[in-house]
């Protein structure tokens, strides 16, 4: 009845996404959609203002954890409209 992260799995009876928390399904993070609302409106307004390019002759390198991204940093340039 304690809370134990360090607690084994022995009996493997843990759902997929015991080991992300508040990441899926009705614990999900209550905050997600506002995040998500405040990324799509800064990246607008850079958007307006600004055209990302990315350097050529960079491959860039994907790399799948808990989401998607760029296995190395991922350095832009800010080009002005």
Do not use: T, V, W
């Not at 992300?20 to 307006?48: N, T």
């Amino acid at each position: 009845e304690a809370f134990r992260p360090e607690r084994p799995d022995s009996e493997g009876s843990r759902s997929a996404y015991a080991r992300i928390p508040f990441g899926a399904g009705p614990r999900r993070c209550i905050g997600e959609s506002l995040a998500l609302f405040e990324m799509s409106a800064h990246l607008y307004k850079i958007g307006r203002q600004y055209r990302l390019a990315y350097p050529q002759g960079k491959p860039m390198e994907l790399e799948a954890l808990i989401n998607l991204r760029s296995r190395h940093p991922l350095m832009m340039r800010l080009e002005p409209r």
